[in-house]
Each structure stands twice: as structure tokens, then as C-alpha cells.
């Protein structure tokens, strides 16, 4: 099993970034995905999930509006679109696949919002 995450960098204060999470090794139609985040110092945080068709998206609350998460399920992906960047969210994002009582994470990919 492998969640591969890529998309990640440097960026300015407003600017955004397109995450991506290749997996491989498991059934990816039959897994809830989502994004989770750990800055430093914090604890991981989750900011959206997706269902296995795609059809139910929930986002927390202060990504609203900024992130866009969805699939695609023929390519075995996950993205995160990420706009009006702001420096405090500044952290590691990682993906998920969960499928009770299953749960698979990748390495992360390191976004870094600053000036």
C-alpha cells in the first residue's frame, strides 16, 4: 500500500498550491480519502474528507471557501486545492484512506506559506 503526496512547496502569503496524493496497492473506490495537516508544534488537524463516490465533501470550518478537495477514481488520486494562502497554514499536509477499521497514510508533503 502507498499514499504518495506531491504538490507541496514555498508559496506567498494569497498564493495557492495543488496537492496531489497518488495511491496504489489497495482498492482507492472503495475508501473515504481526506487531508489532515500537522503544523509544528500541533497536533494533526483534519481539513477535508471526500466519500468513495465523491459525493459527500466536508470541510473544516477555517478552510471554507479556500480549499477544494476532490477524486479521481479512475487515476487513483486525491487533490487539494488550496487558495488565499495564509501563513498559518503553514504545516505538513498528509492524506488518508479509511475504511473501517482500515486506515492508510502517506509520508506528507511540506507547504509553506510565507513572504
Known amino acids: 500500500v502507498q499514499l504518495v503526496e506531491s504538490g507541496g512547496g514555498l508559496v506567498q502569503p494569497g498564493g495557492s498550491l495543488r496537492l496531489s496524493c497518488a495511491a496504489s496497492g489497495f482498492t482507492f473506490s472503495r475508501y473515504d480519502m481526506s487531508w489532515h495537516r500537522q503544523a509544528p508544534g500541533k497536533e494533526r488537524e483534519l481539513v477535508a474528507t471526500?466519500?468513495?463516490?465523491?459525493?459527500?465533501?466536508n470541510y473544516r470550518d477555517s478552510m471554507k471557501g479556500r480549499f477544494t478537495i476532490s477524486r479521481d477514481n479512475v487515476k487513483n488520486t486525491v487533490f487539494l486545492q488550496a487558495n488565499s494562502l495564509k501563513p498559518e497554514d503553514t504545516a505538513v499536509y498528509y492524506c488518508?484512506?479509511?475504511?473501517?477499521?482500515?486506515?492508510?497514510w502517506g509520508q506528507g508533503t511540506q507547504v509553506t506559506v510565507s513572504s
Open positions: 471526500i466519500s468513495m463516490s465523491g459525493r459527500s465533501i
Open positions: 488518508n484512506a479509511g475504511r473501517e477499521p482500515i486506515s492508510y
